[in-house]
């Protein structure tokens, strides 16, 4: 499974961006889709999941500004993020959780996308 991310940029405080990211290869084998983040100097968070029925979860951070969505169709995951703050500036990284041939659970990250903040 590969996974594309796009839609980062800079954005001022309380603005809104939308990601998405984009999957190919075995998309059949795959169960939970998501989204991590990472911040200079700080490790990689959870930002938001979402399974193959779409249930969702969210960091408390983000909880009432964020909303994960599923094409499962298309393949495709994306995030709206509203009301933007400082903190939120990072590198967005897509994530799938896939099953191999072998019925192993695999996950594939994206290259990352910089979403950037401006107070």
């Known amino acids: 499974v590969q996974l594309v991310e796009s839609g980062g940029g800079l954005v001022q405080t309380g603005g809104s961006l939308r990601l998405s990211c984009a999957a190919s290869?075995?998309?059949?084998?795959?169960?939970?889709m998501g989204w991590y983040r990472q911040a200079p100097g700080k490790q990689r968070e959870l930002v938001a999941a979402?399974?193959?029925?779409?249930?969702?979860n969210y960091a408390d951070s983000v909880k009432g500004r964020f909303t994960i969505s599923r094409d499962n169709a298309k393949n495709m995951i994306s995030l709206q993020m509203n009301s933007l703050k400082p903190e939120d500036t990072a590198v967005y990284y897509c994530?799938?959780?896939?099953?191999?041939?072998?019925?192993?659970?695999?996950?594939?990250w994206g290259q990352g996308t910089l979403v950037t903040v401006s107070s």
């Open positions: 979402i399974t193959l029925s779409r249930r969702t």
């Open positions: 290869g075995n998309t059949g084998s795959i169960n939970v």
């Open positions: 994530n799938a959780y896939y099953y191999s041939d072998s019925h192993q659970l695999l996950d594939a």
